[in-house]
């Protein structure tokens, strides 16, 4: 690694594990009342919101797993343990199975659906925790609620419902692609930390899914949302998100063990050409939020999460090709991050103009999932 190449990286671990974990254990976490704030205000203190959702808690339960994984710091992986009993006693439904989508700040039940967004991140989050701390127990939990949703969620076209009532009822058959997304990287991670077949086949599933229904063959581009034949939404078909192309990109490489598709890496090279060219500011730099399928941008606001996902395509290039260029490209984008984005106490800036100027103050607890995982992803590409 060279000199410079040094530097990014102590710069990187100064931030993650100096900087925003601690911030994390100390203001995330409700200390009195156990469960993680749903959002952190400018000063740290609580947004006094009410509510604690299933996909905040999967996220930070990855984030704090990792963690302490990787220090060996015993509060890290207190607050991980915390964090897994309330998954499973607050949130875990003992009648119908599955997870509950929203409680109160006491840890009762407030919004009961089953939301398939919130199982993947629930099932995301336990595929780490087992990897932590060995726990079978996890592993177990995960391939229960992953039965659940295939019995229940699983539609004849072949995709997954996004949401049902408690006892499973389903409350709509578009096909929406975030879910599924998502629900593959969680099988991804199981399948790495468990090698159980059925989670890669589960895995298998969503990709043929992805090449069927998600992709554009024609155009490279990758659709969010479709009506009950599959086919791109009236409405909201034409909206694109250039931070989701660069996430796929990222993880059909970081999954093409699990699958002998060729079409797959393809697939994810001409997402990443397409992302690059269509959705990213050549004048100020950073992504946008909302473009169009012919590239007009619809939404110029760049929210931090799709700057993160874009660390994690290049630097997932670099890794499969380790060239001064390829990694030149993550540096600078690693750079534009910390200069734009990351903020001295170990705090972000959630989203900004087009201008690069700050447009949110809070701090979702949805986010340190995307900054924890884009820097350790650049932290293994930089020591190729």
Not at 52 to 75: D, I, M, P, Y
Request: charged share 25%; glycine share 8%; proline share 3%.
């Amino acid at each position: 690694m060279s000199s410079a190449g040094a530097d990014q990286s102590a710069r990187i671990e100064d931030y993650l594990f100096g900087k925003l974990l601690p911030l994390l254990a100390e203001r995330s976490w409700d200390h009195a009342r156990s469960g993680f704030h749903e959002q952190l205000e400018a000063d740290h203190s609580p947004s006094a919101l009410g509510y604690r959702r299933l996909t905040v808690l999967g996220r930070q339960l990855f984030v704090f797993s990792e963690a302490a994984r990787r220090t060996g710091t015993k509060h890290y992986a207190e607050i991980a343990h915390r964090a897994y009993d309330y998954l499973i006693e607050r949130f875990w439904d003992d009648r119908f199975g599955g997870f509950f989508f929203k409680v109160d700040l006491g840890g009762s039940s407030l919004d009961t659906k089953k939301d398939l967004f919130g199982q993947a991140f629930a099932m995301f989050g336990l595929a780490h925790y087992h990897r932590a701390f060995a726990r079978r127990d996890a592993l177990e939990r995960a391939g229960e609620c992953s039965r659940l949703l295939k019995r229940h969620l699983l539609l004849p076209p072949g995709w997954l419902a996004s949401g049902a009532s408690r006892d499973w009822r389903v409350s709509g058959k578009e096909l929406n692609q975030n879910p599924h997304m998502h629900l593959l990287e969680a099988y991804v991670a199981l399948e790495a930390t468990s090698g159980d077949a059925s989670f890669g086949e589960g895995a298998r599933a969503i990709v043929a899914l992805f090449l069927e229904r998600l992709f554009d063959q024609a155009s490279g581009t990758l659709g969010e949302f479709f009506d009950e034949r599959g086919s791109p939404h009236a409405r909201k078909g034409g909206r694109l998100e250039p931070g989701h192309h660069f996430e796929w990109h990222w993880l059909l490489n970081e999954g093409s063990r699990l699958w002998s598709d060729a079409r797959t890496l393809a697939a994810a090279e001409r997402l990443f050409d397409w992302a690059e060219r269509s959705g990213v500011d050549e004048d100020k730099g950073g992504v946008y939020d909302v473009v169009d399928r012919v590239g007009a941008v619809l939404e110029d606001s760049k929210r931090i999460w799709p700057q993160a996902e874009r660390i994690k395509a290049h630097a997932a290039r670099l890794r499969r090709e380790a060239s001064p260029d390829n990694r030149a490209r993550l540096a600078t984008l690693v750079d534009f991050l910390f200069d734009h984005y990351l903020l001295a106490d170990g705090g972000w800036h959630e989203g900004l103009t087009r201008a690069l100027a700050p447009n949110a103050t809070a701090l979702p607890s949805t986010t340190p999932y995307h900054i924890f995982l884009a820097l350790s992803e650049a932290l293994k590409a930089l020591a190729t």
